[in-house]
């Protein structure tokens, strides 16, 4: 069963960066979606960007295309999200996911991490 763990959330000043790592571990990440996702609080989870198993594309939400960018270390077996032009905004518990089937930004994938606190705030 593949497991995810995502590492590298904190706190950030607006305008400022992070990046988020999710690490696979038990099967080989390569051959999944792997979709990054966030739950503000109160709000639904919105899926942000994910890599298709499909055609190999990354793909952006609106809410964060030109500031956000999501990579594949195919030997890490790991994916990352660098978030760049932080936004009070993009402040979420955020989550890598992964599946066999290519949901895109429906958050029906069948494997997910523990969640990592991304705050954006002065």
């Known amino acids: 069963q593949l497991r995810l763990e995502e590492s590298g959330g904190g706190l950030a000043q607006p305008g400022g960066s992070l990046r988020l790592s999710c690490q696979a571990e038990v099967l080989i990440l390569d051959d999944y979606t792997v979709g990054w996702f966030r739950q503000a609080p109160g709000k639904a989870r919105e899926g942000i960007s994910y890599?298709?198993?499909?055609?190999?594309?990354?793909y952006y939400a609106d809410s964060v295309k030109g500031r956000f960018t999501m990579s594949r270390d195919s030997a890490k077996n790991a994916v990352y999200l660098q978030m760049n032009s932080l936004k009070p905004e993009d402040t979420a518990v955020y989550y890598c996911?992964?599946?066999?089937?290519?949901?895109?930004?429906?958050?029906?994938?069948?494997?997910w991490g523990q969640g990592a606190q991304v705050t954006v705030s002065s």
């Open positions: 890599i298709s198993n499909v055609d190999g594309n990354t």
């Open positions: 996911a992964a599946d066999m089937l290519n949901w895109e930004f429906a958050d029906e994938y069948d494997y």
